[in-house]
């Protein structure tokens, strides 16, 4: 497996994040290879023109022309995932913010997530934000609250909204190993 990884400055991709996600998918998938590939300094050309002021629409074109152009690069590249990583403040964490996310977001069609999360959360971030990539759901309903959904039997689970650990539950395991994304590693 292949994770392109964009960093838009260095040490931003959190160092224990190979090895715990490693960890994760060998104890659902066996022995799984996990390549983490660094992602050109080309991307930058779609989100640096982010300096000025967001309205709605120009944070919705930025993230967008993003997506297009990890789509363009890696279009003759079938069998990768992508995660870009931003620090705060950033052009991409603005217009993210922007269009109504906290610390990241993931597209699993298109295998694209991006995080910004805080130093202190970074690892746990990352790592839900690319499990969503694997089509993994929150283990937390998308309400007031953000409670724990029954299906999440691990109170460390950090698919559960807030936690800020390295573990996962049952639940997540088995999505793991149905994963259509996954099937041919």
């Not at 022995?31 to 590939?37: A, G, K, Q, V």
């Not at 130093?119 to 309400?143: A, I, K, P, W």
């Not at 609250?145 to 689970?157: E, F, Q």
Request: hydrophobic content about 35%; some cysteine.
């Amino acid at each position: 497996m292949i994770i392109y990884v964009y960093q838009e400055k260095k040490g931003l991709l959190h160092p224990a994040f190979k090895d715990r996600l490693s960890d994760i998918l060998e104890s659902c998938l066996g022995s799984t290879p996990l390549d983490l590939l660094p992602y050109p300094a080309i991307f930058a050309n779609a989100i640096n023109s982010a300096n000025a002021p967001l309205d709605y629409v120009a944070a919705a074109t930025l993230v967008n022309d993003a997506i297009i152009a990890v789509k363009n690069y890696v279009s003759d590249r079938p069998n990768y995932f992508f995660l870009g990583v931003f620090n705060k403040p950033s052009g991409m964490q603005r217009a993210l913010t922007k269009l109504g996310y906290q610390w990241g977001v993931s597209w699993p069609e298109d295998k694209i997530s991006f995080d910004y999360a805080p130093e202190d959360s970074r690892l746990m971030n990352q790592l839900h934000e690319t499990l969503h990539l694997f089509g993994v759901d929150d283990c937390y309903e998308d309400r007031p609250g953000h409670p724990a959904k029954v299906t999440c039997g691990n109170s460390l689970c950090f698919m559960r909204y807030g936690n800020n650990t390295s573990q996962v539950c049952a639940h997540v395991r088995e999505q793991i190993k149905a994963s259509e994304q996954l099937k041919q590693y």
